[in-house]
């Protein structure tokens, strides 16, 4: 029969095994102004001051295999009419289940912190600036082109390198004011990245808007003291790409030397289930992880796309994809009214939704670019996995 030392010492350990509903600890995300709409993993939960409890393991390692962890990131977005969308990756991971007998029990996740909170800006402060918007007609052929050096020479200055936390790659200016484009893939999950000017000036670059359904992303830098205005370039519409025509990338690819410059033709134009929405622009033009969210040019120094993704297959090569400007201008549309930017209307896509892109996918943040798929399979050009990714 066991004794009362062995009856005491089984209890504790069944309790410390099963935790009650008490142990629970409570997320708090707050926000200023309050009101905001809060989002976990692409579904809407409550506005701010928002509270939930989660089970202690997703806020500190349990005591054994039976306790509660997270099995995978935790993404919130936080949003409010007339700011710009904050998001926030509020946990840290992965990292590995090791039980006490040695055994590894699979990954796990972290929450950073049981409060967040979230200074939100007004859209009128962040989206300042004219965008230039061009959309070509039947005449563009017979507007001069620029030869490979004056349209480097030319777009070159308003290239960025991007550098986040653990990953890089490229974007550009389209607006005086500091406002850079990029890919949403690039951009996920950080407050701000570090921007580097192709003149060797650094600084910091906010994220203050992230559409992961398009990979489109938005940050904003400062001017800094004394300078008027950054050099920035203009976009131009998906109807005014001219397949075969010449096109120029400019873009950071890894392990080799930045603002580097890759050309190539036109493919092919229109829309692509397997890349993603939106309308994409084909090309043979070299691109690599680190080129994402770096310029497609043509050769009167428009941007026709964001360099988002390449097709990798056996005995497959050249063979990269753009998302057009057209989507970037209807992204851009959300801000800054057609009123306000430089004349020339992006053209309309019979089927778009509207009026707002989702800001998450509905179901987890990873669901849309899942790591493996019957389809041809993509690579991000940050990073060399074969997924459906933006580049």
Known sequence: MASRSELCLCAALFLLACPSRAAADKLQITSNPSGATVELDGLAVGTTPFEKDFPGGYFHKTRTSLGSRLEHPMVARISLSGYATKELTLTGGPMDWISLNGRNRGEYWLLKSAHFHVELRAISETFTGGITARVSDASAGLQSELSLEELVRLTKPAVVYLKGLDKAGSGFFVTGTGVIVTNAHLARGEESLLALLSTGQQLEAKVVYVDPDLDIALAKVALPSGKVEFPHLALTGATSVRQGENVLAIGNPGDAMLFSVTKGIVSAVGTFPNAG??????????????????????????????????????????????????????????????????????????????????????????????????????????????TLLPL
Do not use: C, H
């Not at 998450?360 to 050009?381: D, E, G, I, N």
């Open 277 to 386: 929405p939106g309308t994409w622009i084909q090309t043979d033009t070299p691109i690599n992880p680190g080129n994402s969210g770096g310029p497609l040019l043509n050769s009167r120094g428009e941007v026709i796309g964001i360099n988002t993704q390449k097709l990798i297959k056996k005995n497959v090569t050249g063979i990269g994809f753009a998302l057009s400007s057209s989507d970037l201008l209807e992204v851009k549309e959300l801000f800054q009214p057609r009123s306000s930017r430089r004349p020339v209307k992006a053209p309309p896509r019979p089927g778009r939704r509207t009026p707002l892109p989702p800001l998450l996918p509905r179901a987890s943040a990873q669901s849309r670019f899942p790591l493996s798929r019957t389809a041809p399979k993509f690579s991000s050009t940050t990073n060399f996995m074969e």
